[in-house]
DNA sequence: AATAAATCTGCGAAACTATGCAGATATGCA
DNA sequence: TGCATATCTGCATAGTTTCGCAGATTTATT
């Protein structure tokens, strides 16, 4: 069997885990902390059970991990890497976000980590 | 409207558009040289039209771009770095490809450049 | 003009994903 | 124990993507 089927096939995989708004989102409100999934779908202004869900799809794929403090489950990511190669996906996309220069991938990062609406 | 948001959106949608593995295949297939459509399904083994369809929602989104030269449509990358990004993200997935060590990521990228099985 | 090669387009069926809601667990506190 | 909070699970519906095939275009060749 190709190898390189292999490798596209689980490529493919991971793309279509992070290729949704709220997950991505997810991912970058993780970056640099955990937090908990009240946390989450408050400052995403998601329903807690679409967060829950998010997550656990995060975490079979191992993007995410949990720990559980009393009723609270602190996620965080197991490698905070992927916000970053994340970001970088904004490299390919033509001259559609309006406002901002989508050479300046350091701009979208700095938004990403401030509290700038 | 919070320009996270609109920025998730948009990374949403090219990681929806890449998360193929026959898309994929194509996009590293076509790393460093164009190739005609006939070319790209027969050293992918999938059908013409199949081809064809990936490659025009590549277009459509910038990924690609096309040069027709007599009944031959060349496709080529736009932005030739986004197949080092993707094969970037093979960092992020835990230990499921035997045989490749996940962590040397060069070894992969030599595996896609070469002519190997 | 007729034919062949290369590629594209359209369409229905099957497979997959997202969404909203209701109810189930699990934990902490009075 | 009983109640509130935090989170998870399951399910039905709606929406999207993929796939295979048939037919339409376009260009080169005879």
Redesign the pocket.
């Known amino acids: 069997m190709p190898s390189r089927m292999v490798v596209a096939r689980e490529l493919g995989e991971i793309f279509?885990i992070i290729?949704?708004p709220?997950r991505i989102r997810l991912i970058e409100e993780l970056r640099g902390e955990e937090k908990?999934?009240?946390?989450l779908?408050e400052s995403l202004g998601l329903?807690?059970?679409?967060?829950?869900?998010h997550?656990?799809?995060l975490r079979a794929h191992r993007i995410v991990d949990?720990r559980?403090?009393?009723?609270?489950?602190?996620y965080h990511l197991i490698q905070p890497e992927i916000a970053d190669w994340i970001v970088d996906g904004l490299s390919f996309i033509e001259g559609k976000l309006a406002g901002i220069s989508t050479s300046n991938i350091k701009a979208v990062r700095r938004l990403w980590a401030s509290d700038a609406p």
């Open positions: 279509k290729a949704h709220d908990d999934v009240n946390t779908a329903p807690g059970p679409r967060v829950s869900q997550l656990s799809l949990e559980r403090d009393g009723r609270h489950h602190y």
